[in-house]
C-alpha cells in the first residue's frame, strides 16, 4: 500500500497548481475582461463620487496585481468576501446554503442516468440488430435533449396533466425538515421523519430524471463498448463452457471487468452534471447554486456572483482529484 | 466529394450511413429554414399580430405567444439568430484553438506549457457556468454572446490539434523538410497542418451540436441575445411562466428546434467520425 500514498500525495501536490490556475483563469474572466462591475451595479446615472466609493469598497482602485493579491489570499483563508445585498451575508455561507440541494440534486440524477446508462448499455452489448440499433439512436438523442424542454415536459405530463408529481421546489411548505446535511432525503431519515421523507423524493423525481436522462446517453455508449470489449475475452468464453448461467456472467464477472472505463468517465462527466444542474434547477425553481448565481447576476451581486465561479472551480478540481484516488484504489496499474 | 464520402459510408455500415443522411437532411433543412425565412414567414416576428396565447390552428400553425406575436414566424427568424451565433462561434473556436495549438505544439518551450495548463483548467470547467460567467461580465448582445460561446471550445480544438502535432512533428518527413532548409510557416502549413486537419471535421460537427445547446441554454437564463429578437432559447423561456397554465405551444415549439438541430449536428458529427477517424477504419 506504500506506493498508494506515494501516488496520493502526489496527486494532491499536483492538484494545487492545477486549482491555482483555474483561479486565476476565473480573475481573468472577471477582473481583466471589458464590463465594469461598478458601472453595471450603480447603473449610468450614478455619480462620479458615488461610483469611486464602491470601488474602493470592492478593493477594484487597487493595481492588478494587489487586486490579484487580494483575491488568492482571501480564498486561501476561505474568505470569500460578502454579498452586496440583503444584510450583506458572507459569501461562503451563502453559497453553503445552497450547495446541498444542488448535491442531492446531482446525487440523485447521477443515480438515474448510470442506472439507465447500465440497463440500455448492458442490454445493447448482448443484443444485436434492431434493440442495438435503437439503444444507438437513444444515445444520440439523449445527448441532444435541451433540459429545460426535457423538464417543462414532464412538469406537463406529471404535474399539470396527471397531477401526480410537484413541479417547483424542493419540499412541501407544509411540512418541515430539520436540517442536518442539508440533503433533505438524508435527513428526513436521520430524523426518522416519515412525511419529510416522501415530500422530499416526490419533489426530487422530475428534476433528478430530467437530468439523468440527459446524462445516461453516455453512459449507454459507454457501458456497451466496454462490455462488448470484455465479453470478446477468454475468460467469458471459459465461464460459458463452465455452464454459468449468462446473467451471472454478465453482471457479475463481465460488469466488474467493464467499470474502470466508466469510472473514469464518471469523473469527467462530473463538469457536464454540474453545468446541466444550473439548468435543471432553473427550470424546477430548485434553490441550489444553480438558480443562486443566476439569481445574484440579476442582482449585480459581483462578489457573489465570483465567489460562485471560484467554488465551482474548487468543485471541479476536488472532484476529479477524488475520482483518481479511487481509480487507484481499484486499478493497482495506476499506482506505478 | 460529398458523394464520394457518402458512397462509402453505404458500403461500409447502412445504418451509419441513414444516420448520417438523416443527420445531414436536418441540418440542410434548417439551414434553408433560416435562408428563406422573410420569404416564407406568415407574419412579422417583433409585433403583436393577433391575440395573445391563441392555440394551434390553420391561421396560426404553431399558436401565438404572450404577446401576440405568430410562434411560427418567430421560429424561422429564430433558426437565422441561432445559425449565425452558433456557427461564427465555433467558427471562431476553430480557428482560435487549432492556431494556437498548432505554433504550440511545434514550438514547444515555455509558452507552449502555459498555454497548455490554462487550456487544460479551461477545458475541465463546466462549459455552460464558463459561457455565463463570461457572459455576465460582458453584458448582452450577439457579439458577447459569440465570444462567451467560442471561449468554451477553444480549448478543444487547441487540445486536439496540438496533441496531432505533437504526434507529427517528429516524424522522418518533416525531418527530410528541415533538412531541406524549409521555412517554420511550409512546415506548419504544408506538412503539419494537413495531417492534423483530417480530424478536424469530426470535431466541429460534435461542437457544433454542443454549442447550440450552449447557445439555448445561455438564453434560456437571460443571457443570450437580447430581446426582442427571435432565438429559440429565449422564446422557450418566455413560455415557462405560461406553461403551467395549459399553454404549452409557446415552449414545446421552439424547444423542439433546439434539440432537433443539436441532434442533426449530433448525427452528422457520428457518422463523419465513422467515416473520416483513423481509428474507426
Given at each position: 500500500?506504500?506506493?498508494?500514498?506515494?501516488y496520493?500525495?502526489?496527486?494532491?501536490?499536483?492538484?494545487?497548481?492545477?486549482?491555482?490556475?483555474?483561479?486565476?483563469?476565473?480573475?481573468v474572466?472577471?477582473?481583466?475582461?471589458?464590463?465594469d462591475?461598478?458601472?453595471?451595479?450603480?447603473?449610468?446615472?450614478a455619480?462620479?463620487?458615488?461610483?469611486?466609493?464602491?470601488r474602493?469598497?470592492?478593493?477594484?482602485?487597487?493595481?492588478?496585481?494587489?487586486?490579484?493579491?487580494?483575491?488568492?489570499?482571501?480564498?486561501?483563508?476561505?474568505?470569500?468576501?460578502?454579498?452586496?445585498?440583503w444584510g450583506?451575508r458572507?459569501?461562503?455561507?451563502?453559497?453553503?446554503?445552497?450547495?446541498p440541494?444542488?448535491?442531492?440534486?446531482?446525487?440523485s440524477a447521477?443515480?438515474?442516468?448510470?442506472?439507465?446508462?447500465?440497463?440500455?448499455?448492458?442490454?445493447?452489448?448482448?443484443?444485436?440488430?434492431?434493440?442495438?440499433?435503437?439503444?444507438?439512436?437513444?444515445?444520440?438523442?439523449?445527448y441532444?435533449?435541451?433540459?429545460?424542454?426535457?423538464?417543462?415536459?414532464?412538469?406537463?405530463?406529471?404535474?399539470?396533466?396527471?397531477?401526480?408529481?410537484?413541479?417547483?421546489?424542493?419540499?412541501?411548505?407544509?411540512?418541515?425538515?430539520?436540517?442536518?446535511?442539508g440533503?433533505?432525503?438524508?435527513?428526513?431519515?436521520?430524523?426518522?421523519?416519515?412525511?419529510?421523507?416522501?415530500?422530499?423524493i416526490?419533489y426530487?423525481?422530475?428534476?433528478?430524471?430530467?437530468?439523468?436522462?440527459?446524462?445516461?446517453?453516455?453512459?449507454?455508449?459507454?457501458?456497451?463498448?466496454?462490455?462488448?470489449?470484455?465479453?470478446?475475452?477468454?475468460?467469458?468464453?471459459?465461464?460459458?463452457?463452465?455452464?454459468?448461467?449468462?446473467?451471472?456472467?454478465?453482471?457479475?464477472?463481465?460488469?466488474?471487468?467493464?467499470?474502470?472505463p466508466?469510472?473514469?468517465?464518471?469523473?469527467?462527466?462530473?463538469?457536464?452534471?454540474?453545468?446541466g444542474?444550473?439548468?435543471?434547477?432553473?427550470?424546477?425553481?430548485?434553490?441550489?447554486?444553480?438558480?443562486?448565481?443566476?439569481?445574484?447576476?440579476?442582482?449585480?451581486?459581483?462578489t457573489?456572483?465570483?465567489?460562485?465561479?471560484?467554488?465551482?472551480?474548487?468543485?471541479?478540481?476536488?472532484?476529479?482529484?477524488?475520482?483518481?484516488?479511487?481509480?487507484?484504489?481499484?486499478?493497482p496499474?495506476?499506482?506505478? | 466529394?460529398?458523394?464520394?464520402?457518402?458512397?462509402?459510408?453505404?458500403?461500409?455500415?447502412?445504418i451509419?450511413?441513414?444516420?448520417?443522411?438523416?443527420?445531414?437532411?436536418?441540418?440542410?433543412?434548417?439551414?434553408?429554414?433560416?435562408?428563406?425565412?422573410?420569404?416564407?414567414?406568415?407574419?412579422?416576428?417583433?409585433?403583436?399580430v393577433d391575440?395573445?396565447?391563441?392555440?394551434?390552428?390553420?391561421?396560426?400553425?404553431?399558436?401565438?405567444?404572450?404577446?401576440?406575436?405568430?410562434?411560427?414566424s418567430?421560429?424561422?427568424?429564430g433558426?437565422?439568430?441561432?445559425?449565425?451565433?452558433?456557427?461564427?462561434?465555433?467558427?471562431?473556436?476553430?480557428?482560435?484553438?487549432?492556431?494556437?495549438?498548432?505554433?504550440?505544439?511545434?514550438f514547444?518551450?515555455?509558452?507552449?506549457?502555459?498555454?497548455?495548463?490554462?487550456?487544460?483548467?479551461?477545458?475541465?470547467?463546466?462549459?455552460?457556468?464558463?459561457?455565463?460567467?463570461?457572459?455576465?461580465?460582458?453584458?448582452?448582445?450577439?457579439?458577447?454572446?459569440?465570444?462567451?460561446?467560442?471561449?468554451?471550445?477553444?480549448?478543444?480544438?487547441?487540445?486536439?490539434?496540438?496533441?496531432?502535432?505533437?504526434?507529427?512533428?517528429?516524424?522522418?518527413?518533416?525531418?527530410?523538410?528541415?533538412?531541406?532548409?524549409?521555412?517554420?510557416?511550409?512546415?506548419?502549413?504544408?506538412?503539419?497542418?494537413?495531417?492534423?486537419?483530417?480530424?478536424?471535421?469530426?470535431?466541429?460537427?460534435?461542437?457544433?451540436?454542443?454549442?447550440v445547446?450552449?447557445?439555448?441554454?445561455?438564453?434560456?437564463?437571460?443571457?443570450?441575445?437580447?430581446?426582442?429578437?427571435?432565438?429559440?432559447?429565449?422564446?422557450?423561456?418566455?413560455?415557462?411562466?405560461n406553461?403551467?397554465?395549459?399553454?404549452?405551444?409557446?415552449?414545446?415549439?421552439?424547444?423542439?428546434?433546439?434539440?432537433?438541430?443539436?441532434?442533426?449536428?449530433?448525427?452528422?458529427?457520428?457518422?463523419?467520425?465513422?467515416?473520416?477517424?483513423?481509428?474507426?477504419?
Open positions: 500500500m506504500a506506493s498508494l500514498k506515494v496520493v500525495i502526489s496527486r494532491l501536490i499536483l492538484s494545487i497548481p492545477m486549482i491555482f490556475i483555474l483561479l486565476t483563469v476565473v480573475f474572466i472577471l477582473r481583466i475582461l471589458p464590463g462591475p461598478v458601472l453595471a451595479i450603480v447603473g449610468m446615472k455619480s462620479e463620487e458615488q461610483i469611486e466609493k464602491l474602493e469598497q470592492l478593493g477594484l482602485n487597487k493595481p492588478l496585481w494587489a487586486q490579484y493579491i487580494d483575491y488568492v489570499a482571501g480564498i486561501l483563508r476561505l474568505d470569500f468576501g460578502r454579498s452586496m445585498i450583506r458572507p459569501v461562503l455561507r451563502e453559497i453553503m446554503d445552497r450547495f440541494a444542488t448535491l442531492e440534486l446531482s446525487i447521477f443515480i438515474v442516468s448510470v442506472l439507465i446508462g447500465l440497463a440500455t448499455g448492458i442490454a445493447s452489448s448482448v443484443k444485436s440488430g434492431k434493440v442495438d440499433v435503437t439503444l444507438r439512436v437513444f444515445s444520440i438523442v439523449a441532444s435533449l435541451f433540459i429545460p424542454l426535457l423538464g417543462m415536459l414532464l412538469q406537463l405530463i406529471f404535474g399539470v396533466y396527471l397531477r401526480w408529481l410537484p413541479v417547483a421546489g424542493r419540499k412541501s411548505p407544509l411540512v418541515d425538515i430539520q436540517t442536518i446535511t440533503l433533505y432525503v438524508l435527513d428526513s431519515i436521520l430524523t426518522l421523519n416519515f412525511r419529510g421523507l416522501v415530500t422530499s416526490r426530487l423525481i422530475l428534476p433528478s430524471i430530467t437530468l439523468g436522462i440527459v446524462l445516461s446517453g453516455v453512459y449507454t455508449r459507454l457501458v456497451r463498448s466496454s462490455m462488448l470489449d470484455v465479453l470478446s475475452r477468454d475468460f467469458i468464453r471459459a465461464l460459458k463452457a463452465r455452464g454459468i448461467p449468462e446473467a451471472k456472467i454478465l453482471l457479475e464477472h463481465a460488469l466488474k471487468n467493464a467499470f474502470i466508466i469510472l473514469t468517465m464518471m469523473g469527467l462527466q462530473f463538469a457536464i452534471l454540474l453545468a444542474a444550473v439548468l435543471t434547477e432553473t427550470t424546477f425553481s430548485w434553490p441550489g447554486m444553480g438558480t443562486f448565481l443566476m439569481e445574484r447576476i440579476e442582482y449585480r451581486d459581483y457573489t456572483v465570483q465567489g460562485t465561479i471560484v467554488f465551482y472551480a474548487i468543485l471541479v478540481s476536488f472532484v476529479s482529484l477524488a475520482v483518481d484516488i479511487v481509480y487507484a484504489l481499484i486499478d496499474r495506476i499506482r506505478y | 466529394m460529398l458523394a464520394a464520402i457518402l458512397v462509402k459510408i453505404y458500403k461500409k455500415r447502412k451509419d450511413f441513414l444516420l448520417t443522411i438523416t443527420g445531414l437532411a436536418i441540418v440542410l433543412f434548417i439551414l434553408f429554414m433560416a435562408l428563406l425565412a422573410p420569404y416564407i414567414a406568415p407574419y412579422d416576428p417583433y409585433i403583436s391575440k395573445a396565447l391563441l392555440p394551434p390552428s390553420p391561421k396560426h400553425i404553431m399558436g401565438t405567444d404572450n404577446l401576440g406575436r405568430d410562434v411560427y418567430r421560429i424561422l427568424y433558426s437565422r439568430t441561432v445559425m449565425i451565433v452558433v456557427l461564427t462561434s465555433t467558427l471562431v473556436s476553430l480557428v482560435v484553438g487549432s492556431t494556437l495549438g498548432l505554433v504550440s505544439g511545434y514547444g518551450g515555455k509558452i507552449d506549457r502555459v498555454l497548455s495548463i490554462v487550456m487544460d483548467s479551461l477545458y475541465s470547467f463546466p462549459g455552460l457556468i464558463l459561457a455565463i460567467a463570461v457572459a455576465a461580465m460582458l453584458g448582452p448582445g450577439i457579439v458577447n454572446t459569440i465570444v462567451s460561446i467560442s471561449v468554451v471550445y477553444i480549448p478543444t480544438y487547441f487540445r486536439m490539434v496540438r496533441g496531432q502535432t505533437l504526434s507529427v512533428k517528429n516524424s522522418l518527413y518533416v525531418e527530410a523538410a528541415i533538412a531541406m532548409g524549409a521555412s517554420h510557416k511550409t512546415i506548419l502549413f504544408d506538412y503539419i497542418f494537413p495531417n492534423v486537419s483530417v480530424i478536424i471535421p469530426v470535431v466541429f460537427s460534435m461542437n457544433v451540436a454542443d454549442a445547446l450552449t447557445e439555448a441554454g445561455l438564453s434560456f437564463l437571460g443571457l443570450g441575445v437580447p430581446a426582442p429578437i427571435p432565438d429559440w432559447g429565449f422564446d422557450l423561456k418566455n413560455g415557462q411562466r406553461l403551467l397554465a395549459g399553454y404549452w405551444w409557446v415552449s414545446t415549439f421552439p424547444g423542439l428546434m433546439i434539440v432537433l438541430l443539436a441532434l442533426g449536428f449530433s448525427l452528422l458529427g457520428e457518422g463523419l467520425n465513422e467515416l473520416l477517424n483513423p481509428e474507426r477504419r
